[in-house]
């Protein structure tokens, strides 16, 4: 499935223009999830770039954002604390439903993590929650600056490098984040919880994993990173925790989001259904178990998530044209390189039509454009093009074909 990215621009709970980036599939949007990111991190971290592509591929759009003073979002970092996020997630998430997006899924690392787990309750449409390597308490992330925390408390303020960039670290930060009882949000929580950490992280330790699941309630689920790091920076481990996020989430959101159960997958049928998502919108199911979006253009009342029913016609000739190309070229021992076919479908007038035998009204007209490549005379290039025209799908819709109907009880 491939994905589209949209720039997201709302106002955060302070007033300020804070920047985000929404990642949809190019199908149907089966339900959207927001994405709270690290302390001083941003939207585009390598763990969130990866969670986003993998729930991408399973119809759920996801946004996130870069809080207050960091990334391309207004504000000063000084300026925020754990609670300005919390606010600033409740604004997302409610700029997200005056969209018709409103977010199920919640999911936060590290300090976002615990941003998530305290705004939860205030994000009524969110069924599923997923914290990865996130503190039990706030007040944890202290540590990392815990050298500045005298100078803070003396000076009010103080410049503190964090990842090798610095910050100013004000101490209304360090008194709201002592001011936070997470926990007691947790145990109140009423919805799915998915708790993800490393044993081995080394910036927040599994204690407040242990910590968080012991406050919740079920339905709750525990999965370890085994040995991942803390910003779980290797690609594969990455890769697994959206893997396992995807495919956990998918429990909570599917009764919601579809209307109707996809039909089933038959050997050597396609069934073709509505999903109750939209106008035009069904789902395709070949007898192979893929799975498509069909749909019309906004301009005449679909919602555009998938190709139309002239796309498919088109699409089915091109790749049977294309792959009957290179069968032939393959038992000819040609030496070809790749094929390219690009068709267009339009009605005209059949007195327009130099070899149609219609003469009145209109007819179908499939324009296709080939190309091909390799080390070909022009002569095999010119066997190579004339057998396309002997696909079978081009036969079947060039001959007679009836198609029989009957109406189901």
Request: charged residues 20%; proline residues 3%; negative net charge.
């Amino acid at each position: 499935m491939n994905e589209a990215t949209q720039c997201f621009k709302f106002s955060g709970a302070n007033g300020e223009q804070l920047s985000g980036r929404l990642d949809l599939p190019n199908g149907s949007v089966r339900a959207y999830a927001l994405f709270a990111h690290c302390f001083t991190c941003s939207k585009d971290i390598f763990v969130a770039n990866q969670i986003s592509s993998a729930l991408i591929k399973l119809g759920i759009g996801v946004l996130r954002f870069d809080f207050s003073g960091l990334g391309s979002s207004e504000g000063e970092f000084a300026n925020s604390n754990f609670s300005s996020n919390v606010a600033d997630l409740v604004a997302a998430a409610e700029h997200m439903a005056i969209n018709d997006m409103a977010p199920q899924i919640l999911i936060g690392h590290s300090l976002g993590g615990a941003a998530i787990l305290a705004c939860a309750h205030l994000i009524p449409q969110s069924r599923a929650v997923v914290s990865i390597g996130a503190p039990s308490d706030p007040a944890h992330v202290k540590h990392i600056f815990q050298n500045s925390i005298e100078e803070i408390n003396q000076s009010g303020e103080a410049k503190v490098l964090l990842g090798g960039r610095p910050f100013c670290i004000k101490k209304q930060f360090l008194d709201d984040i002592e001011g936070q009882n997470l926990l007691e949000k947790v145990r109140n929580l009423k919805k799915a919880l998915l708790i993800m950490h490393a044993p081995l992280d080394k910036v927040v330790g599994i204690e407040n994993a242990s910590e968080i699941f012991l406050a919740a309630k079920h339905p709750k689920s525990f999965v370890s990173l085994d040995d991942s790091d803390h910003f779980l920076s290797r690609r594969a481990d990455a890769i697994y925790s959206a893997q396992i996020i995807g495919a956990w989430a998918q429990r909570y959101i599917q009764s919601e989001t579809a209307e109707f159960d996809e039909p089933k997958s038959i050997e050597g049928s396609v069934a073709v259904a509505e999903t109750g998502t939209g106008k035009f919108t069904n789902v395709v199911v070949t007898g192979s178990g893929h799975i498509l979006t069909g749909d019309e253009p906004k301009s005449v009342g679909g919602n555009d998530t998938g190709p139309t029913p002239y796309d498919f016609l088109l699409a089915a000739l091109g790749t049977c044209k294309s792959m009957t190309m290179r069968m032939y070229a393959a038992r000819k021992g040609y030496d070809l390189s790749r094929v390219q076919v690009r068709l267009s479908h339009e009605k005209i007038h059949a007195k327009d039509c130099e070899h149609c035998e219609t003469e009145v009204g209109k007819v179908d007209v499939i324009d296709t454009k080939i190309s091909i490549t390799g080390d070909l005379s022009e002569e095999e290039r010119q066997k190579i093009f004339e057998i396309a025209e002997r696909c079978p799908v081009h036969r079947t819709i060039t001959s007679e074909v009836h198609i029989k109907a009957q109406l189901l009880d």
